[in-house]
T-cell receptor
């Protein structure tokens, strides 16, 4: 597609449940990133993929968070045993080059844990 | 530890005037700086960037200034237009490591008629 597509756009889940957030990057973009934006904050880095592999997952807050990109295109961010503090907008971005920013961000998935 | 700081949460400017958004950073390893613009319910969109080897970069109405010794950068928008009303994020990167941006908390710009 023309842009980075994220689904669903909104997700409400109960505390303790498992959720999956999907990101469909721009075709041909080898670099893919996940960020999380909490209310009143800037986006915070979670994980970066180059191709199929996670080149940097230092931003994942704990082992409840996991992300995959099995074919080097679509990526899924998985959150187990959700907590109310996980409520945020989860942003995905992709680019040709891993450096220099210039990412294209998706519109995000707003996750609300009740 | 907030490595990129935008100390003004909001700014109101009259149409046609100059908007100046400020950003400070603490990590001396940052060597590339970017500004992103964000409208509600949309992802951030890249606006302009500057490498640490430069002190100014201009693109149309947008100019970014970098003062490395002060660890300070600013975004100037001249003239400001109502469509510029958005949240502006400053971001920084160490290009020597795997790419990740460190963002500030954002400044909400309101351009009034």
């Amino acid at each position: 597609g023309a842009g980075v597509s994220q689904t669903p756009s909104n997700k409400v889940t109960e505390k303790g449940k498992y959720v999956e957030l999907r990101c469909d990057p721009i075709s041909g973009h080898t670099a893919l990133y996940w960020y999380r934006q909490s209310l009143g904050q800037g986006p915070e880095f979670l994980i970066y993929f180059q191709g199929t592999g996670a080149a940097d997952d230092s931003g994942l807050p704990n082992d409840r968070f996991f992300a995959v990109r099995p074919e080097g295109s679509v990526s899924t961010l998985k959150i187990q045993r959700t907590e109310r503090g996980d409520s945020a907008v989860y942003l995905c971005a992709s680019s040709f080059s891993p450096q220099g920013g210039g990412y294209t961000f998706g519109s995000g998935t707003r996750l609300t844990v009740v | 530890d907030q490595q990129v700081k935008q100390n003004s949460p909001s700014l109101s400017v009259q149409e046609g005037r100059i908007s100046i958004l400020n950003c400070d950073y603490t990590n001396s390893m940052f060597d590339y700086f970017l500004w992103y613009k964000k409208y509600p319910a949309e992802g951030p969109t890249f606006l302009i960037s500057i490498s640490s080897i430069k002190d100014k970069n201009e693109d149309g109405r947008f100019t970014v200034f970098l003062n490395k010794s002060a660890k300070h950068l600013s975004l100037h928008i001249v003239p400001s237009q109502p469509g510029d009303s958005a949240v502006y994020f400053c971001a920084a990167e160490n290009t020597g490591t795997a790419s990740k941006l460190t963002f500030g908390t954002g400044t909400r710009l309101q351009v009034t008629l």
